[in-house]
């Protein structure tokens, strides 16, 4: 989830064997059922199960972690508890060059409960679609069901879960330590040091290693990225830490990627002509929802670059032609468009594309609707898309927690902190204070001029507003970035580009093939 502006404020069927094992030390442990806060001396909360899973047709045994890690400040002190939730296969010799991806969610103040449970893990939320498979109409009220995962990539890649302090069960501990982990720096360090942690207990530095950020996750792994090979004014240390791979889902690395100017309005455009396309409000002339989406892109870096760059100089005659083209692409009326001077937002077209039907559009998911409120909408809970289809997600994941990985805990699973976390980020110049202008992708460049190994991912649902794919195709696109190193996957989805069932099959199969040539297979 994403959390950046106006729309971001972020951003069972088939049975599993499974086999609950807590360990009795752990079980007797003060503070195990739940670590209450700063106790000063108790140890990190762990709990092992062993499971059983069918994933891609085969058997997959593997093991569940849920493990609490510390960190400290200055004066040696426990200033954050950090939980992570880790799926590593049990049933291979030799694990040591198995990769390893450690994702994360965005916000910032998500949890990664949405790539846990919605692509990564070997469990997911069954979001029990009522009319088909896309998953947008879900039952929004209890009972939810989870079940296996056949898409799971557990098969080719141990996952780890990492749930930054605030979010998830993990907390800030003691007094006046948040500014030590609220900020796009701050959080950057405090996951390499959790990644290089996370190896070295387990033995994986000859693992492969992939970083899986959505939503403003793709600014911390573009830090990370980054940071990790470490260096004096990186880490102030020589990590050397190198990657694989990065996976970016929902890309928000650009802070200003709305645009200075015009440059949003065209970014924009090819998500409007999809969604448009999508609930069949222009005239498809037989075209594929993809060749709709080409013709807006060369729209916009043609005729509509041009008449933006234009301004008050464009004619009359010009400009009615620009709107008539500009209707058949996405669908509003050529007077709304006149009244808007050609330059359509993402909010106005949610807001006008099925008024007359009475419907709002989802930012997070143009695919999904509710009906239309003119005024007071909160930019989160009242969004089509997340109002219908977390409520499954966060229930589904809560009983999945206690059921199958026998956690106990006296604490909630945070999903997202808007308040105490998302409000409060320091972009660096501050708590809460936003710098509009800063472009992370930059950062993700330098890494990939340091490692010529890396390769990049970028997937983008077409029916995101908050994240649009014309925004990350101009982002990767002005980054100083190898094209020849970047692979971009476009999904007929919205911001979580997993909701779906063939959107799923898609990502992951595109996922597979990779983290496959990353490792050099």
């Known amino acids: 989830m994403n959390c950046l502006k106006k729309h971001s404020l972020l951003l069972i069927v088939s049975f599993v064997f499974v086999i609950s094992m807590v360990s009795p030390s752990l079980a007797q442990q003060p503070g195990a059922a739940g670590f209450s806060g700063g106790e000063s001396s108790r140890p990190p909360y762990k709990i092992v199960t062993q499971h059983t899973a069918v994933i891609g047709g085969k058997e997959v045994k593997y093991k569940a972690v849920v493990e609490e890690t510390f960190f400290y400040n200055e004066k040696k002190e426990r200033s954050a508890s950090v939980v992570s939730i880790s799926y590593v296969r049990t049933d291979i010799d030799n694990v040591s060059p198995r ?27 069954l979001f029990q679609d009522q009319v088909n498979s896309e998953e947008i109409h879900p039952k929004t009220v209890p009972p939810f069901l989870y079940g296996n995962n056949p ?18 069960f993990s907390r800030v501990l003691g007094t006046n330590n ?27 530095w000859n693992s492969s290693r992939f970083l899986l950020g959505e939503s403003y996750g793709t600014i911390r792994a573009a830090e990370v990225a980054y940071l990790l090979t470490g260096g004096p004014f990186g880490t102030g240390k020589l990590n050397a830490i190198t990657l694989n791979g990065v996976i ?13 100017g015009d440059v949003g309005f065209l970014n924009v455009l090819p998500t409007l002509a999809a969604t448009a396309w ?37 004619s009359s005659e010009e400009r009615i032609r620009i709107a008539e083209r500009l209707s058949a692409l996405i669908g509003l009326p050529k007077d709304i468009i006149l009244e808007h001077n050609l330059r359509l937002s993402s909010e ?150 997993y909701i779906g069932e063939e959107n799923r099959k898609t990502l992951v199969d595109d996922l597979r093939r990779f983290i496959a040539a990353a490792c050099g297979k």
């Not at 889902?249 to 709305?258: I, P, S, V, Y």
Request: aromatic share 12%; net charge negative.
């Open 248 to 260: 970016l889902l929902g890309q928000a690395m650009d802070l200003n990627r709305e645009g200075v």
């Open 348 to 497: 106005l077209f949610e807001a006008e594309l099925l008024k007359a039907e009475g419907k709002q559009l989802g930012a997070y998911d143009g695919r999904f609707t509710l009906p239309f409120n003119p005024s007071g909408r909160d930019p989160v809970a009242d969004d089509p898309a997340m109002a219908q289809y977390t409520p499954s997600m966060v229930a589904a994941f809560n009983e999945y927690l206690k059921k199958e990985l026998g956690v106990e805990m006296d604490l909630p699973y945070n999903t997202i902190e808007f308040k105490t976390v998302n409000f409060r980020w320091d972009y660096g110049f501050g708590p809460g204070i936003p710098v509009p202008n800063k472009n992370y992708a930059e950062d993700l460049a330098v890494a990939m001029r340091r490692n010529p190994s890396l390769k990049l991912f970028v997937g983008m649902g077409y029916f995101d507003f908050v994240t649009p794919l014309g925004s990350a195709e101009y982002t990767i696109a002005h980054a100083d970035i190898d094209p020849g190193r970047v692979s971009f996957g476009f999904y007929r989805s919205g911001h979580m580009a």
């Open 278 to 314: 999508y609930h069949g409000k222009i005239s498809r002339d037989n075209k594929t929802l993809e060749q709709h989406v080409d013709a807006a892109r060369s729209f916009a870096a043609n005729d509509y670059l041009r008449a933006l760059y234009a301004g008050s100089a464009l």
């Open 178 to 204: 948040e500014s030590q982990f609220y900020g796009v720096e701050q959080d950057a360090k405090l996951t390499c040091e959790f990644i290089e942690n996370w190896i070295t207990k387990n033995g994986r």
């Open 99 to 125: 990769p390893v991806i450690f994702a994360f969610n965005g916000g910032p103040g998500a949890a990664s409960i949405w790539t846990n449970f919605g692509l990564l893990g070997p469990r997911r939320v």
């Open 151 to 168: 898409e799971s990539l557990l098969d080719a890649a141990d996952i780890v879960l990492f749930d930054p302090p605030g979010t998830g």
